[in-house]
């Protein structure tokens, strides 16, 4: 596609439940990251995918949280028995590894989660 | 590790003000830099970036000159417009293992007023 698509777009759950997350990043992007962004907050960083490298997981605040990355493509990020601290909007990002535009990222759209 | 660190928000300022951000930052090697932009309801964008030492970016009026001396990227609009209104975010960029990681600051909010 011509952007990064994320779905759904807003998801409501009842506290305990599990919620997936799908990012589709640009076509030919190496590069993908999760982020979490609160209300009136910055950017969390959650995740960091690159190529056939190890995911650094560095920012998963627990381990509800988990994501994978299928085929170098489409990104699932995983939360389990969601709790209502986890309320918030969850982006993806993608981009190139090498050439002028390396490291500059694109955004999805979010979605945005709410627990009650 | 590598850190973003730019001015707490909000900013309020009126129309046609004179508008600077502080970001600084500390790396191990030498990152790309970048402001972007998130508009109201809006997903975040990139305003400007720089790529190495004295490179000014510039976009929408807006400009930040990448000074490795002083470790700064500082965000700049000679006159500021209602519509400036968001947030921004300072970030850095540098090679990791295979590719480049992205770090942000914690966002500064911009409100200007008519």
Redesign the interface.
Known sequence: GAGVSQSPSNKVTEKGKDVELRCDPISGH??L?W?RQSL????E?LI?F??N?AP?KSGLPSDRFSAERTGGSVSTLTIQRTQQEDSAVY?C?S?W?GGLG????F????SRLTVL | GNSVTQMEGPVTLSEEAFLTINCTYTATGY??L?W?VQYPGE????LL?ATKADDKGSNKGFEATYRKETTSFHLEKGSVQVSDSAVY?C?L??K????????????T?LFVKA
């Open positions: 190496t590069a990251y982020y009136g907050q910055g950017l960083f960091y690159q190529g490298s650094d982006l990002a981009s590894s390396a490291g500059e990222l955004f999805g759209e979010g | 990152p790309s970048f972007y997903g975040l964008q990139l970036k975010f970030a960029s540098e990791d293992t295979g590719g480049f990681k992205t770090i942000f600051g914690a966002g909010r």
